[in-house]
């Protein structure tokens, strides 16, 4: 469990392009999804999983970067 795991992520539903938010940590076991507004489930591929894990990352270091300049 890592804070990863705790934040949203939002992808596109392959039916109907809504934007479906999910935590991360869920969609580490069970990687599905399913859209509010078509109802239809999806899986979530591997290397999008993947994508968004990596931009969270990101995100979060260059939050942490801004944190340590801040406390200087
Ligand atoms: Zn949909």
């Keep these: 469990m890592t804070v990863l795991d705790d934040a949203n992520i939002e992808l ?3 039916h109907c392009q ?3 938010k999910e935590r991360l940590g ?3 076991l069970s ?3 399913t859209c509010p507004r ?3 489930t999806s ?3 591997p ?3 993947q994508r968004a894990t990596h931009k969270l990352t990101q ?3 260059s939050i942490q970067q801004s944190l340590a300049r801040l406390g200087r």
Excluded: G, N, S, Y
Aim: net charge positive; aromatic share 4%; with cysteine.
């Design 12 to 14: 596109p539903c392959p």
């Design 18 to 20: 809504q934007t479906i």
């Design 26 to 28: 869920k969609l580490k």
């Design 31 to 33: 990687p599905r999804i």
């Design 38 to 40: 078509c109802r239809r």
């Design 43 to 45: 899986e979530v591929r």
């Design 47 to 49: 290397e999008e999983l």
């Design 59 to 61: 995100a979060f270091a």
